[in-house]
């Protein structure tokens, strides 16, 4: 029987890196500086320090955590019980999780489950960021990394992410990366102790756009860029 800590050491692990996002403009500057930007998919380690930082934005995530509904049957969420169950699940290509580390600090997760293979190859994609690094274009950025990583044979040609109505933040994620929206699916999730409606966004490997989400992302930026120099000659002139 392969340990967890064996199949995260074993396993070949996704890793993406972004330098100096802030000059291309993908992240906005902020009190914290973000110099580097890595996604990389984690292992037991990183599942521990992920969870002190959740710990630590508790107030900040807990609207829209979800949980286990009364009545029905739940997983052992116990640290490490989870963290043998992503391993298990890893190996067999059915979960991937990913760190985003900002300057090698660990600042946000991003995890795609509910994996089915065969005839769909398909799964559902998560992410949360901490309070300190929010609203400065981080997770979008991130997200798009593992979109690029993940998306696309011979991996996943499907990934959908559910989100709440009230979530903007959320919203602006993946409306920046432009997934097509799908409609409102009524009571998905049990959040905060009740059965919440959330809104569905898609993406297939025939919709990744040209080079990539992440080039797409630096195109816009490079086009806002030209746009605010433009209006800024013009204001001189």
Known sequence: ????????????????????????????????????????????????????VRAD????LEPWEAGAAPGYRSENMELRAFIKRSARLARKGRYYSFAVWADGQLVGQISIGDIALGASHSGNLGYWVAEEYSGRGIITTAVAMVLDLCL???????????LRPENKASRRVVEKLGLRFEGRKRNFYFIAGQWADHLGYAATAEEIPEDGYLEQLRRRARLKEGASRSLSAEDEG
């Open 1 to 52: 029987m392969v340990s967890e800590r064996a199949t995260f050491r074993l396993r070949p692990r996704f890793r993406a890196q972004l330098d100096n996002p802030v000059g291309l403009g993908l992240i906005k500057p902020g009190n914290l500086p973000v110099n580097q930007l890595v996604v990389r998919e984690m292992n037991a380690r990183d599942h521990r320090l992920a969870a002190q």
């Open 152 to 162: 696309g044979a011979s991996y996943l040609h499907r990934v959908e992410i559910n």
């Open 57 to 60: 934005n508790h107030s900040w």
